[in-house]
């Protein structure tokens, strides 16, 4: 059987839109296989495009397609490279017809798009029984109006849209690794009882989940740990051979560095248990995983094991969490810290003499507030420089989208109202929602596999 080769070309929602156009380049040039992968859905991020999806029903589908496709759709459709994401998020059909317009549009023929669908709880369970399921991270559902409820699938379906033979799969709430162990399975005919290929498969996901990441990007700590040309990084490729034989690389020609550190870190990244990492295909086990480097940016990882998969999926559901108000404003020059230290106090007082109810933060950021924000911030050594530059924010998560605007408008009001100086306000309102993590058996989850026709 053929190598698979697999680039990741996003590891969030708004990662580099030109990434993948060097891995293009470099998967044409190969034999086998070949597949990108785009991995962009959080769970908040899926929450909004749900709520975009039923103000509009063509909606709901990742808003990022739009600037990741039409720069490497035709290259790949011409060099046969197959595509799988989860720019579907909260609509995979819907962006399975947009990528047919996009296909028109750049003068594409003969494209088939395929979408897996199922992970929308709505759409098969009442939010009567979503509250009843087991509550594995978050705080009680109580009454809050669920915006979501989103199902982990796994793999499975998505080797099932691409055996239909699709250039283009578009899936919503799957694991990250699916989008990569999808593809091996259907390459190399894993079968539900190859635990330790799975598991091979999965740690391959698992690496390229994030993109750049495992090439470098995360990786710099100037002077500890270097790494060259950031700004041209090469976001990673994976060669996976049928025994699961795994090599993370990177194109040749791109900055970055593909080295045994770099693997490692990105192996333990969100690892809990890594003796027991569950997905909905198999139990991870990493812990006699072997990392090797095997040539310059060529990185081998061999050792996975593999235990059967838990009876239950994990789901997430988002709820509403009200409205959170924002306002920043900014203050340079001598004495900066001083005017910054007094804008605060006078938004403090005006919040609490108005009769703000909620919480209301306010920091002086470039005074170490990320140490310690709810004290002002303060340098573990003490040392504070009080000229300088320094940005007053106000914040507050309010039921009520009324309080979160009067938060945010005392910060506008210290334009004329407040110390000297101040200038550059900046003021956001934004709808919140919270996230909570429940198990369900996973016989209530049935996925389905469409092939979309062009509209």
Known sequence: MSKVYIGCGAGFAGDRFDAAVPIVKALAEVKGERFLIYEVLAERTLAIAQRLRRENPDQGYSPFLDLYLPL??????????????????ANPLGAARR????????????????????DDLLGSMSEAEIRREQIIEGIPLDHRSIVAANAYLGAGPVAGALATGAHVVLVGRTTDAALSLGPLMHVHGWKAGDLD????????????????????????????????????????IAEVDADGSLVITKP?????????????????YEVHDPNNYLTPDVVLDIGEVEVEETGTNRVGVKGAR????????????????????????SYAGPNALARAEL??????ARCRAIGIGDPV???????????????GGRHPSGVQNTGGEYRVRAAVRSPQRKVAQQVSDEVLSLYCSGPAGGA??????????STVSILIDRARVKAQVAVVEKS
Request: glycine letters at 14%.
């Open 197 to 236: 290929l799975l598991a091979q498969g999965t740690v391959c996901g698992h690496l390229l989940e994030c993109g750049a990441q495992v090439s470098g990007a995360y990786f710099p700590d100037p002077g500890f740990k270097d790494v060259p040309d950031l700004d041209r990084i090469g976001f990673p």
């Open 252 to 268: 040749p020609g791109t900055g970055g560095l593909v080295s045994r550190a770099t693997v490692i870190e990105q192996l333990l």
């Open 99 to 118: 990528v047919h317009a996009l296909a028109l549009e750049l003068g594409i023929r003969g494209l088939k798009v395929a979408a897996v669908t199922g």
């Open 343 to 348: 804008a605060a106090s006078v938004v403090r």
């Open 424 to 433: 550059g306000v900046r003021q956001h309102i934004s709808p919140q929602v």
């Open 361 to 375: 933060r306010v920091e002086v950021l470039g005074t170490e507030a990320i140490f310690d924000g709810n004290s």
């Open 72 to 89: 490497v759709l035709a290259d790949c459709h011409r060099h046969g490279i197959r595509i799988v994401t989860n720019m579907g998020a």
């Open 306 to 329: 593999g235990k059967p998969p838990p009876a239950t999926l994990k789901a997430t559901v988002c709820v509403d969490a009200g409205w959170l108000g924002e306002g920043e404003i």
